[in-house]
């Protein structure tokens, strides 16, 4: 694999097919002659080749029965960042004809489009991590529409330590509590970067009641959990619940569904089989 710039406009082999216009970086797989976009390559480091990795990032934890459509990972998001990103290049052409090619070079989409990649890439690394530290112990729903809502669940677990509803979400910085509480008060809220956060714990409320709106039995847990797959932690800083949400990142996520018992074999997979349908992909 080599980095360079693109003689001539070619299209991601991996799971973005994003359009990659003449002069962007991208790498190169000489055997295989196909290109990559950074960010594609970047999640899928240390893998045999980054299409592969995609690939099985976006399949089942397992080798999931027919039954069971377990969606890909970010494919909703990032379908709305191609859109966005279309509707720009559009435009450009539109009011600058044949110097077009030349500002698409000079610029880029705004932060208002790219993070809809970014949540995107967010969404595939959990996947892959997930695959990875979990093998065949849990299956992981992606990408799920909610009934009478234009909403989607980033990823529904379903694991020996039952359901967990997962957002994913690809921020930068420190990922921290603070309690803002005054002197006889305590008000512990959710901090990344520096920026208060607590509405992403607390925006998990519905998606965890949609989630067992769509169960047969009332008796399995349902938990909710806000993944940062690219943040930051400080030294011995450990994952911690807010409004009942726990906090972490993908290799302790995992660590997490994977400590308590209380699901079998069969009734995963039964599980599994009746949200797909109640909660088909996106």
Request: hydrophobic share 40%; proline share 3%; net charge neutral.
């Amino acid at each position: 694999m080599k980095k360079l710039a693109l003689r001539r406009s070619d299209k991601c082999a991996a799971v973005c097919g994003l359009q990659l216009p003449t002069g962007v970086e991208a790498w190169w797989d000489s055997q295989g002659r196909k290109v990559f976009c950074v960010s594609c390559y970047e999640i899928t480091l240390g893998a045999d080749s980054p299409l592969e990795a995609a690939e099985n990032a976006n399949s089942s934890l397992s080798e999931a029965s027919p039954m069971i459509d377990t969606g890909h990972a970010g494919k909703s998001a990032l379908d709305e960042y191609q859109r966005r990103h279309d509707r720009r290049e559009a435009r450009i052409e539109a009011k600058y004809g044949r110097f077009a090619g030349v500002v698409k070079f000079l610029t880029d989409d705004p932060q208002s489009t790219l993070a809809w990649k970014q949540g995107s890439i967010g969404e595939q690394k959990l996947a892959k991590a997930f695959a990875e530290n979990l093998g065949e112990r849990a299956i992981l729903l992606n990408d799920r529409k909610v009934p009478k809502s234009r909403a989607n669940i980033d990823h529904i677990a379903i694991a020996p330590s039952g359901l967990w509803d997962i957002d994913a979400k690809n921020y930068t910085g420190l990922v921290e509590q603070r309690d803002v509480g005054g002197f006889s008060t305590s008000d512990i809220r959710l901090f990344v970067d520096g920026r208060d956060k607590t509405k992403l714990a607390e925006a998990l409320e519905w998606q965890i009641n949609a989630v067992r709106a769509s169960l047969d039995d009332d008796d399995i847990d349902v938990r909710g959990a806000l993944c940062f797959t690219d943040a930051q932690w400080g030294w011995f800083a450990k994952p911690f619940s807010i409004r009942g949400v726990y906090v972490s990142g993908p290799n302790a996520l995992s660590r997490k569904i994977s400590e308590v018992d209380s699901l079998s074999e069969e009734r995963i997979w039964s599980v599994a089989e009746r949200l797909s349908k109640q909660l088909p992909s996106k």
